[in-house]
Each structure stands twice: as structure tokens, then as C-alpha cells.
């Protein structure tokens, strides 16, 4: 009876809020969109993390505010901002920014191609660090806090082992790696940075510090020197800071406000935020979008096998999800060219390979061009290889071609917990995958011939969609992670360069003049919450997790944006939970985060 009560309650609670969001999602619908006048301003307020698609849309405000706006969001906003003769200027307030380094310079280039129209374009910096910093050295005029700190002191990058917490817990990983670079599971077998591990994050941590110093050179108009001695002063205060010419002025809101109003010729400006003007549509502001329709399909997150047809699910690629998008762009005759827009430090091998046949089914349909955001490694870059020409950031990950098993046995910890095991098999390696008896010798030689079976189809699907020989692509190989600016010298993608350049490269590939205006049509298309909630699984009604992970996606958007280690949280649980399953990985070696 108590069953029953509780469940009739359950059903009660979700109708009812059902009902509600329904009636929301319908006021939605029939706003209008917001309308601005003449001297407006856009803030350009940055926080936290800045997505490659943008999560469901949330009915209710306070939700809705939590949301990060997606990079495409930011791109044709600053865009249109260019165009808007109603707007007459751009602030960017960056804050707890946790975007990766190659997005980083996405927006970089975005504000750089804004300060071509003339407009003025004013950062104010509250706690700013190093990605804000960076961000608002695109501003042609700098203002923070006087007793504020600049916490720009270079960059850190840190490694986290737990060797000696399984041996505590009585955990063995057996861990079989093709590539002596693809080191992920070191952190389950090693106390620190092997040789290889040590050699290759050196290079990255150059190449994203010098990246960084160069940036704020060529934009405060400093030397080198000057930059990297005022980075080895930091933290410094905001009146620190003007005294040696790294802002522009002292003051709070008001002083922007000020600066503003001079600038208008002292028309009042008129505040639009970012998200009012993310839906303004880029059809109303003249010379920004035209007839010639250019897909951009996302793929952003961890890999992982599945129909992914139904529930929330976003910061993963769903094999069955996204190959279901990539027919759907095939078959729409009103896309007249793709851009593959890869996010992803790799994930489950067999996925990997399901997605690059339908991203290859897709290339024979219609012209396409790959382009690389923060990741596109491991798998990341075996979905990638269609053929097509690659795009790529120079402080973009990519590569590391190389496989990876895991496999964990516990019979310390049950030992310890008093637990035993008692089993029976037929089949020489029934007990390969037992988390309870050590690997045998066969069973180690079984587990290598599947990874180098894998390794070499690997190989042999770079080399196809590179145009190169296997042994060619095998010096390059070995698990190796290498930054955009190496990868095009080794030729493993073909251009540097943002959402801009992909775009030019498309044009070209679908006969569009390069001076054609088009219309960036995202894919999957942005969802409402209503229709996450009438997703269903299998036919079945949307389930507990499927109708509240909205919900919690939100707020934990908000404690991550929050949490200094945010972005690396919300990598961790998919990463972990594919590096304890026992099985065949293409997954980048490490999550790198530079700070």
C-alpha cells in the first residue's frame, strides 16, 4: 500500500510539474523576440565554461540564467554586434572563465575581427586571472578595481596518481597500452610523470605560455621580455597594473559607464546583455547571414557507445545520437555544406569507429571540413579522419593515435573486507575480464594481440583519411599528443585557424564565392526542456533521471562555474568511469588543465 501511495504521489508531483513547464515552454513560445533601440551597448559577460552547443533551454529563469552561452552563441553575437548599426559598443566582463585554451583564442580572434568595425570595445575585470586577462587584452581599453588583484603569475599544470591508494586498498591495474605515449592508465601504475608524459606536457605548457605572452605583447604594445617580467611579478593590484600600463584605468562600474558615455558622444548608453541579444535574430541586422545554408554539427564530450536517442545527455558523444544527426544533415538538400566541429579527448574505441563510418556517409553527401576545438584526440581524431581537410587552433590537443586496456583486480580489497570468491569457468580466457583473479600469462598475450588488432586499424584509418602510408603515420603515432601548430607540421591536419577559416575552407569546397553571406545552422539543434522531458527510452516513459537531469544540470553548471577545478570535475566522472570499466579505449592520455 505504501508502494502505491508513494507512487501515485510521484506520478502526482510530475504531472503537476509537468503542467507547469508545459505552460511555461508555451509562454516562451509565444514571446516575441526582445527588441533593442539605438546606443546600445552589449555586455559580454563570460563565465565559467563556454560550451560548443548549448544545453536544453530551461523555461524557468532563475535556470535559465545558469546556463552557459555556447561558443557558437558568442561568435555570431559579436558578429552581429559588428553589423548592428544599435549597437555602439562592446564590454566583455570576463569572470571565472573555464574554457579551454583553444576556445580561448577562438574568442580572441572574434574580438579581434570586432575592433575592425570601429566600434569601441572596454573589458572590466573583477578578480581577473590569467584566461581573463587574456580575454580582455582584446579590449581596446582595460579598467578594474584599484585595490583588485591581477592575478597573472604564468601558468601551472598538475598530475594526479593514485598508485599508492590502490595498493592501500588492496586494487592491481593491469594496464596494456599500444604507444609508449599513450600513457593514461599511469595513473593507476605510476607515483609521477613517466619520461614520455614529462617531455610532452612541457611542450604543451611552452606552447600555451608563450601563446599567452606573445598575445599580451602584441596587444598592450610591450616586448616579450616586459610580459614575461610582469607575469614573474604577479599578482599585482589594479593601481600596479596602470602604473606599469597593463590597463587602461582605475574605477568601478561607473568609470566604464563614464568612458562609455564619452565615447557615445554623451548619448546615455543603453545596457543589452548577452543573453537578451543571443536571441535577437541574425536575420534582422543586415550583412550578417544569407541564403546558403552551412551545417555546423557539434561533437563535444567523452565518447561512449549507445542509442543516446533519449535523455539528457550533454557533455558526452552518444554514438546512436550523433550519428542519427549526422544522417539527418545528409538527408536536409537545403545544406549545401558541413562543418565537423570535434571536441573530445577520445572515449570508447568501438564508438569511435561507428561515428567515423557515418561521418564518412555524410562526406560523400555533402562538402565538409573538420574543425578542432579545445580536443580532438585519440578518438577525438579518429572520428575526424573523413578525408576532409582539419582545421585547427594552435593550442588545440590533438592526436595521440594509440589504444589503451584497463582492467582492475580487487581480490586485496575483498581480502580485507572479508569477501571471497569462489568461480567456475569453461573457455581458456573466461576470466580475462575478472576483477578477481589475477591476469594470467595467455591472457596478458590475448589482451596485446587485441590492442595492437586495434592499434593497427587505427593506423590504418589515419593513414586512409590523411592520404599517407601507415608507417608514416606509425612515427607520428606511439599515443603521442601533439599541440595545432605540430600537428600541421606533421602534417596530421592541414590549416591553423578558428570557426572563420573552417568556414572560408567549406565555401570553397561547395562552390559558395568567398564573399557570400551564409546562415551557420547548429546541429543538433538546441532542445527545450519540454522536449527532453517527452523523450522517451525505448518507447518507455521518460524515467526519475531522465526528467530531473536537466534540472541538476543546471545547478551544478552553477557550482562548477563556481569551483576554481570546475571544468576539470566535470571531465573526471565520465573519464573515470570509462577508465574503470575493463574494455579497449581511444582516449587522450590526460585531461590538461593549465592554469
Given at each position: 500500500?505504501?508502494?502505491?501511495?508513494?507512487?501515485?504521489?510521484?506520478?502526482?508531483?510530475?504531472?503537476?510539474?509537468?503542467?507547469?513547464?508545459?505552460?511555461?515552454?508555451?509562454?516562451?513560445?509565444?514571446?516575441?523576440?526582445?527588441?533593442?533601440g539605438?546606443?546600445?551597448?552589449?555586455?559580454?559577460?563570460?563565465?565559467?565554461?563556454?560550451?560548443?552547443?548549448?544545453?536544453?533551454?530551461?523555461?524557468?529563469?532563475?535556470?535559465?540564467?545558469?546556463?552557459?552561452?555556447?561558443?557558437?552563441?558568442?561568435?555570431?553575437?559579436?558578429?552581429k554586434?559588428?553589423?548592428?548599426?544599435?549597437?555602439?559598443?562592446?564590454?566583455?566582463?570576463?569572470?571565472?572563465?573555464?574554457?579551454?585554451?583553444?576556445?580561448?583564442?577562438?574568442?580572441?580572434?572574434?574580438?579581434?575581427?570586432?575592433?575592425?568595425?570601429?566600434?569601441?570595445?572596454?573589458?572590466?575585470?573583477?578578480?581577473?586571472g590569467?584566461?581573463?586577462?587574456?580575454?580582455?587584452?582584446?579590449?581596446?581599453?582595460?579598467?578594474?578595481?584599484?585595490q583588485?588583484?591581477?592575478?597573472?603569475?604564468g601558468l601551472?599544470?598538475?598530475?594526479?596518481?593514485?598508485k599508492d591508494?590502490?595498493?592501500?586498498?588492496?586494487?592491481?591495474?593491469?594496464?596494456?597500452?599500444?604507444?609508449?605515449?599513450?600513457?593514461?592508465?599511469?595513473?593507476?601504475?605510476?607515483?609521477s610523470?613517466?619520461?614520455?608524459?614529462r617531455?610532452?606536457?612541457?611542450?604543451?605548457?611552452?606552447?600555451?605560455?608563450?601563446?599567452?605572452?606573445?598575445?599580451?605583447?602584441?596587444?598592450?604594445?610591450k616586448?616579450?621580455?616586459?610580459?614575461?617580467?610582469?607575469?614573474?611579478?604577479?599578482?599585482?593590484?589594479?593601481?600596479?597594473?596602470?602604473?606599469?600600463?597593463?590597463?587602461?584605468?582605475?574605477?568601478?562600474?561607473?568609470s566604464?559607464?563614464?568612458?562609455?558615455?564619452?565615447?557615445?558622444?554623451?548619448?546615455?548608453?543603453?545596457l543589452?546583455?548577452l543573453?537578451?541579444?543571443?536571441?535577437?535574430?541574425?536575420?534582422?541586422?543586415?550583412?550578417?547571414?544569407?541564403?546558403?545554408?552551412?551545417?555546423?554539427?557539434?561533437?563535444?564530450?567523452?565518447?561512449?557507445?549507445?542509442?543516446?536517442?533519449?535523455?539528457?545527455?550533454?557533455?558526452?558523444?552518444?554514438?546512436?545520437?550523433?550519428?542519427?544527426?549526422?544522417?539527418?544533415?545528409g538527408?536536409?538538400?537545403?545544406?549545401?555544406?558541413?562543418?565537423?566541429?570535434?571536441?573530445?579527448?577520445?572515449?570508447?574505441?568501438?564508438?569511435?569507429?561507428?561515428?567515423?563510418?557515418?561521418?564518412?556517409?555524410?562526406?560523400?553527401?555533402?562538402?565538409?571540413?573538420?574543425?578542432?576545438?579545445?580536443?580532438?584526440?585519440?578518438?577525438?581524431?579518429?572520428?575526424s579522419?573523413?578525408?576532409?581537410p582539419?582545421?585547427?587552433?594552435?593550442?588545440?590537443?590533438?592526436?595521440?593515435?594509440?589504444?589503451?586496456?584497463?582492467?582492475f583486480?580487487?581480490?586485496?580489497?575483498?581480502n580485507?573486507?572479508?569477501?571471497?570468491?569462489?568461480?567456475?569457468?569453461?573457455?581458456?580466457y573466461?576470466?580475462?575480464?575478472?576483477?578477481?583473479e589475477?591476469?594470467?600469462?595467455?591472457?596478458?598475450?590475448?589482451?596485446?594481440?587485441?590492442?595492437?588488432?586495434?592499434?593497427?586499424?587505427?593506423?590504418?584509418?589515419?593513414?586512409?583519411?590523411?592520404k599517407?602510408?601507415?608507417?608514416?603515420?606509425?612515427?607520428?603515432?606511439?599515443?603521442?599528443?601533439?599541440?595545432?601548430?605540430?600537428?600541421?607540421?606533421?602534417?596530421?591536419?592541414?590549416?591553423?585557424?578558428?570557426?572563420?577559416?573552417?568556414?572560408e575552407?567549406?565555401?570553397?569546397?561547395?562552390?559558395?564565392?568567398?564573399?557570400?553571406?551564409?546562415?551557420?545552422?547548429?546541429?543538433?539543434?538546441?532542445?527545450?526542456?519540454?522536449?527532453?522531458?517527452l523523450?522517451?527510452?525505448?518507447?518507455?516513459?521518460?524515467?526519475?533521471e531522465?526528467?530531473?537531469?536537466?534540472?541538476?544540470?543546471?545547478?551544478?553548471?552553477?557550482?562548477?562555474?563556481?569551483?576554481?577545478?570546475?571544468?576539470?570535475?566535470?571531465?573526471?566522472?565520465?573519464?573515470?568511469?570509462?577508465?574503470?570499466?575493463?574494455?579497449?579505449?581511444?582516449?587522450?592520455?590526460?585531461?590538461?588543465?593549465?592554469?
Amino acid at each position: 500500500m505504501k508502494k502505491f501511495l508513494l507512487g501515485l504521489l510521484t506520478g502526482i508531483l510530475f504531472c503537476g510539474l509537468a503542467v507547469v513547464l508545459v505552460g511555461l515552454a508555451l509562454m516562451r513560445f509565444a514571446a516575441r523576440p526582445p527588441s533593442i533601440g539605438p546606443d546600445s551597448v552589449l555586455m559580454l559577460r563570460l563565465e565559467g565554461d563556454v560550451p560548443e552547443k548549448a544545453p536544453p533551454e530551461m523555461p524557468l529563469p532563475f535556470l535559465e540564467s545558469q546556463n552557459p552561452v555556447s561558443l557558437p552563441d558568442v561568435w555570431l553575437a559579436l558578429k552581429k554586434a559588428a553589423a548592428d548599426p544599435r549597437i555602439e559598443a562592446v564590454v566583455i566582463e570576463p569572470r571565472g572563465v573555464t574554457a579551454g585554451w583553444a576556445k580561448l583564442q577562438e574568442l580572441r580572434m572574434e574580438l579581434d575581427q570586432f575592433q575592425k568595425s570601429g566600434k569601441p570595445l572596454v573589458a572590466y575585470l573583477r578578480n581577473p586571472g590569467v584566461r581573463e586577462y587574456y580575454l580582455a587584452s582584446g579590449a581596446g581599453r582595460i579598467f578594474m578595481a584599484p585595490q583588485d588583484s591581477l592575478d597573472v603569475k604564468g601558468l601551472r599544470l598538475e598530475t594526479m596518481y593514485f598508485k599508492d591508494t590502490l595498493d592501500k586498498l588492496g586494487v592491481k591495474a593491469d594496464v596494456v597500452h599500444a604507444g609508449k605515449y599513450k600513457d593514461a592508465g599511469d595513473m593507476f601504475t605510476r607515483t609521477s610523470m613517466s619520461p614520455e608524459t614529462r617531455e610532452v606536457l612541457g611542450q604543451v605548457l611552452d606552447q600555451y605560455y608563450g601563446d599567452l605572452v606573445e598575445t599580451i605583447a602584441r596587444a598592450r604594445r610591450k616586448t616579450v621580455d616586459q610580459v614575461k617580467e610582469f607575469i614573474d611579478q604577479g599578482p599585482v593590484s589594479g593601481e600596479r597594473a596602470f602604473a606599469g600600463g597593463w590597463v587602461d584605468g582605475v574605477g568601478f562600474d561607473d568609470s566604464v559607464m563614464r568612458e562609455l558615455k564619452r565615447r557615445l558622444h554623451e548619448h546615455e548608453p543603453k545596457l543589452v546583455p548577452l543573453r537578451t541579444y543571443v536571441k535577437i535574430p541574425a536575420s534582422s541586422v543586415p550583412g550578417v547571414q544569407g541564403p546558403k545554408r552551412i551545417a555546423l554539427v557539434v561533437g563535444e564530450g567523452m565518447i561512449v557507445s549507445g542509442r543516446g536517442d533519449s535523455g539528457f545527455q550533454d557533455g558526452l558523444i552518444v554514438s546512436g545520437r550523433l550519428n542519427k544527426v549526422l544522417r539527418e544533415v545528409g538527408s536536409d538538400a537545403s545544406i549545401q555544406g558541413v562543418i565537423l566541429r570535434v571536441d573530445s579527448p577520445g572515449g570508447d574505441g568501438v564508438a569511435s569507429d561507428e561515428i567515423l563510418n557515418a561521418a564518412r556517409e555524410l562526406s560523400r553527401k555533402k562538402p565538409m571540413v573538420i574543425s578542432m576545438s579545445d580536443y580532438a584526440a585519440s578518438g577525438g581524431y579518429f572520428i575526424s579522419m573523413t578525408g576532409d581537410p582539419i582545421v585547427a587552433y594552435p593550442n588545440t590537443l590533438t592526436g595521440s593515435i594509440g589504444v589503451i586496456y584497463n582492467r582492475f583486480s580487487a581480490r586485496g580489497l575483498y581480502n580485507k573486507l572479508g569477501i571471497e570468491k569462489d568461480s567456475m569457468q569453461r573457455g581458456k580466457y573466461a576470466a580475462i575480464d575478472s576483477d578477481y583473479e589475477p591476469l594470467s600469462a595467455d591472457g596478458q598475450k590475448k589482451v596485446e594481440d587485441e590492442i595492437q588488432r586495434f592499434y593497427q586499424g587505427f593506423l590504418k584509418r589515419v593513414a586512409e583519411g590523411r592520404k599517407r602510408k601507415p608507417e608514416e603515420i606509425e612515427l607520428l603515432a606511439q599515443g603521442r599528443v601533439w599541440l595545432g601548430t605540430q600537428a600541421r607540421d606533421n602534417r596530421l591536419i592541414d590549416e591553423l585557424g578558428g570557426l572563420d577559416r573552417a568556414i572560408e575552407m567549406v565555401k570553397k569546397k561547395a562552390g559558395i564565392a568567398a564573399s557570400a553571406r551564409i546562415t551557420l545552422v547548429p546541429y543538433p539543434a538546441r532542445r527545450s526542456l519540454l522536449e527532453v522531458l517527452l523523450s522517451s527510452r525505448d518507447d518507455e516513459s521518460p524515467s526519475v533521471e531522465t526528467m530531473a537531469g536537466p534540472l541538476l544540470g543546471a545547478w551544478e553548471s552553477r557550482r562548477l562555474a563556481a569551483t576554481p577545478a570546475g571544468a576539470g570535475l566535470k571531465w573526471l566522472e565520465p573519464t573515470a568511469r570509462l577508465l574503470l570499466e575493463d574494455g579497449v579505449l581511444e582516449l587522450m592520455p590526460y585531461r590538461i588543465e593549465v592554469r
